[in-house]
């Protein structure tokens, strides 16, 4: 009977040819989407790859290339071509799961690549009922069949262990779902809802607060929902004036409240590497700016009534209550960074005292009018990358379900095994036969063991 002829377009998307032309693709334009700065303005590319690149490059979506309808597109097809492939082999897969294999000839267990064959003196049945028992205790469960040549025993582990190829394909869908799902392309040109994934920054002064962003994508203002304030903002440095480490202190305000986090605090402690996340939005600390205008905090130590300011160098500003005021005269330091600081402090019943004051430090001044708390510190602003990935989850989900793909297609087996239990020259047989499609090696030894305690317990 003559082959039924499969259709050609199903053909085309069931090659593992196409399969690894794709994965080859999407891994050198990836390249390209690494070496070319994505998202940046216009300008940056004709600037850096002058004018006729840079419009080739717009054309191409290069510069937003994750986001591309053809980068999209070649995911879609990779996709369409593993569902294909999975759905043309599972089949064959099922079908050997299920296979009946107590209609295996005794005679081709001889040919399996272990076996192991003993005499014993009872009879079949009382031998069978014995070969059950034992492979039993060893953690088999054997089906039976009788046969006019006597009795096959069959068992197997681990059958669905020949799914966990298919598992890694479902792994790469999830992966590959929850990158769309995250994707601005799918929120904006597919549910036109901006505010469903998104990605942006904000540059955040020290003592300010914002209730929106700016997108990577199209530097459109993206409101958050809620209100974020940067209380704080500390940076160190190596001796060669080199930034070491920084940090911001944040607070999520909602309807003018602060929120409490999970540990009870309302202000968190943003690093590079502990981020912020609020209602699925998540807030990385990228970068800072000094600024040449300083924060500075004065506390009246009697009425306990504090303050802020922002005051730039040279300037001269009045507390609230108008009884003191000061300024900053002279400064020092490497570069951006101020290490210390010149104050002017005066009221009006005494001449005004000037002093030196290190960076980020606070002194008491004492005057006929009080005595006031002074601290002064150069402003910064924090640097906050912005991301909202609902489809963060999927790619997790994927990651783990890979993970356990593939540890079972390449650590786990399909292992069968066959006892066969006949009368031969007046004496029962037991023939022991097993196999394995994969890690050969471990279940000879598995075997070997086997048929060892069988024989020994004989």
Known sequence: MAQKKKNPVWSFFASVKLALFLLFILAATSIVGTVVPQNKPTGFYAEQYGQKMANLMQTLSIQDMYNSWWFLSLLG????NLIVCSLERIPGVIRIVRKDNLTTQPARLLKLPFNETCVVGQSVTDTTEEVVSFLTSKGWKP?????DNGTLLFAQKGAWTRFGVYIVHVSILIILLGAVIGSSAFSNKILHNPDFAFKGSIMLPES??????FSFQDGKKIHLGFT????YFSIEYYGNGMPKTFLSKLTVLENGKPVRFKNGKTVHFLEVNTPLTYKGITFYQSSYQPYSDFLVTLINKKTGVKQQKIISGGKQVSSDDGLVSFGIINKEGRGEAISRVKIWFGDADADPSTFWLNNDQEAVVKRPSGDYILHVKQLYATGLQVTKDPGVLWVYTGCGLMLFGLFVAFFTSHRKLWAHIHEKDGQVNVVLAGSANK???GFEKTFQRLADSFKEKK
Request: contains cysteine; positive net charge.
């Open 439 to 441: 890690n050969k090696v």
């Open 208 to 213: 300010q607060e914002t209730d929106h962003i």
């Open 143 to 147: 089906g039976r069949r009788d046969k």
């Open 228 to 231: 974020v304030r940067c209380n």
């Open 77 to 80: 097809i990779f996709c369409l």
